[in-house]
T-cell receptor, first 110, second 115 residues
């Protein structure tokens, strides 16, 4: 089975940096994904990590350590529009299927 | 990325009835999936829609309750049968894209309320 943990809620200030952590235990691993979901909308793809290290994409970066079963999503220069839920998801070995964490609701305040 | 549409976008249905949700993609994709997102919860995979064969269901989901069709590489339907209020949820289809990864992209979702 797969178990994915991430904080339920976080609050950060506009212009600041925030790090959202995700830990996972899986029977096989084929990659870790981060999605952003605004209230009432579908999730949108942010990043995919399959190798250890940092992937940077504009204001968003995602890090993976396979040996530790750990990932984080780093958001820089926070904007009000970044207020959303951030979902960590893992793909198991030999599978396209994603198992999602419960999501972290991020609130950006002025 | 592929453009994914779903119909209907929302519906209110009476218990005991069935609703069929359509998912259309603007390009051919190999893998299509159906997820459920109950209020305040994260996404749960219902099944993988296989083209030309029966869908592959996850634990806790059965074909009689959630029949799925996948007649070609751009279209799939999910039916929620004999609905009860517990089926009130957002239903999303997703497709797998990416030549060297397993990136999945989601449709806009169908918000179902069962009364």
């Amino acid at each position: 089975g797969q178990n994915i943990d991430q904080p339920t809620e976080m609050t950060a200030t506009e212009g600041a940096i925030v790090q959202i952590n995700c830990t996972y235990q899986t029977s096989g691993f084929n990659g870790l994904f981060w999605y952003q979901q605004h209230a009432g909308e579908a999730p949108t793809f942010l990043s995919y990590n399959v190798l250890d290290g940092l992937e940077e994409k504009g204001r968003f970066s995602s890090f993976l350590s396979r040996s530790k079963g750990y990932s984080y999503l780093l958001l820089k220069e926070l904007q009000m529009k970044d207020s959303a839920s951030y979902l960590c998801a893992v793909s198991g070995a030999g599978s396209y299927q994603l198992t999602f964490g419960k999501g972290t609701k991020l609130s950006v305040i002025p | 990325s592929a453009v994914i549409s779903q119909k209907p976008s929302r519906d209110i249905c009476q218990r005991g009835t069935s609703l069929t949700i359509q998912c259309q993609v603007d390009s051919q994709v190999t893998m299509m999936f159906w997820y459920r997102q109950q209020p305040g919860q994260s996404l749960t995979l219902i099944a993988t829609a296989n083209q030309g064969s029966e869908a592959t269901y996850e634990s806790g989901f059965v074909i009689d309750k959630f029949p799925i069709s996948r007649p070609n590489l751009t279209f799939s339907t999910l039916t929620v049968s004999n609905m009860s209020p517990e089926d009130s949820s957002i239903y999303l289809c997703s497709v797998e894209e990416g030549q060297a990864s397993y990136e999945q992209y989601f449709g806009p979702g169908t918000r179902l309320t069962v009364t």
